[in-house]
């Protein structure tokens, strides 16, 4: 059975994790078809196996659920009603009681991914991980779009001290938007730092911080274009220079075996725009690697 097979077969009661397609790229700022990923993604999983060598584990065991794709945001007039529909979506994978993750879409997603978890669980004390080149602290005069998606929940209420970004490029913000994050109180470790110290001591960090501001519950936002453009083409924002793959799968595992972390997306690419598969590819190793630490949790379903 390959990745694409078990995540087409399984359709348990109570999954481990529920899996949302986000077709929706109105609310990018730069050109994007990124609504013809979530359909590439799992065409893209039939190039994989279950089993995951690092964990010796196979994915198999654990109980994932294809909840199936929002209806993409091609014919809307803007973002909002896409935003709406993934925000429905991922309140209804919450209901089911494992984790959410989205598969996107622009990172606009995001916003109401994350909005719907917290609304699940409005007692917990939540946090933002972003892999991310850019702060995405744009200001809202223009409406919301995909660069504007930290300080939308930083400024609907979400502490600026429970946000922690890896991976932001030192060419990839403008002065203002690093400023602001710095005035919330926003965790920053830029891509220099993981090539130095690693994913590991990097989220040790992280999560020093955020539990220091009361985080116990996360969402990860995994924005492919923190990935060095030669191995995340399709990003429109990716950047030579940027991160490692082999460290972004790393974090991946890493955050998917996390306690906290109760939901997380894939955002950014548009496989439309791909060369060679090859950022497709490193979607499905950030997904997989993310469930191979989730099935290392204890109470998952492959532990019971
Ligand atoms: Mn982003």
Redesign the pocket.
């Given at each position: 059975m390959n990745a694409r097979e078990w995540l087409a077969s399984a359709q348990p009661e109570f999954p481990d994790i529920s899996l949302v397609g986000a077709p929706v790229s109105r609310a990018s700022i730069s050109p994007s078809q990124a609504w013809t990923t979530p359909p590439a993604f799992r065409e893209t999983l039939a190039r994989f196996p279950t089993w995951e060598a690092a964990h010796e584990i196979d994915l198999a065991e654990l109980a994932i659920r294809d909840t199936g794709d929002v209806a993409d945001d091609r014919g809307d007039a803007d973002g909002v009603a896409g935003r709406e529909r993934v925000r429905t979506a991922c309140a209804e994978a919450a209901a089911l009681g494992g984790g959410v993750f989205v598969v996107g879409g622009d990172?606009s997603v995001t916003v109401p991914a994350m909005q719907a978890l917290m609304a699940s669980r409005p007692g917990d004390g939540w946090g933002l991980v972003?892999l991310?080149?850019?702060h995405?602290c744009r200001p809202l005069d223009d409406g919301p779009n995909?660069?504007t998606?930290v300080r939308e929940l930083i400024e609907a209420g979400l502490p600026g001290k429970r946000v922690a970004q890896i991976g932001i490029h030192p060419l990839g913000n403008d002065l203002d938007n690093a400023q602001w994050a710095r005035e919330q109180g926003v965790h920053v470790y830029p891509v220099r730092e993981v090539r130095l110290h690693g994913a590991h001591a990097i989220l040790h960090e992280a999560q020093l911080a955020l539990t220091g501001a009361g985080v116990t519950s996360l969402y990860v936002?995994f924005?492919l274009?923190c990935a060095d453009r030669s191995e995340a083409p399709a990003c429109p924002?990716s950047l030579p220079g940027g991160m490692a793959a082999a460290d972004l799968i790393q974090f991946a595992r890493l955050l998917g075996n996390h306690f906290g972390v109760a939901g997380a997306d894939i955002?950014?690419v548009d496989a439309s725009a791909d060369l060679a598969d090859t950022t497709m590819r490193l979607a499905a190793c950030v997904f997989l690697s993310f469930c191979a630490g989730y099935a290392c949790r204890q109470g998952s379903q492959s532990r019971r």
């Open positions: 990172n972003t991310d080149a850019h995405d995909n660069g998606v936002d924005d274009d924002a955002t950014e």
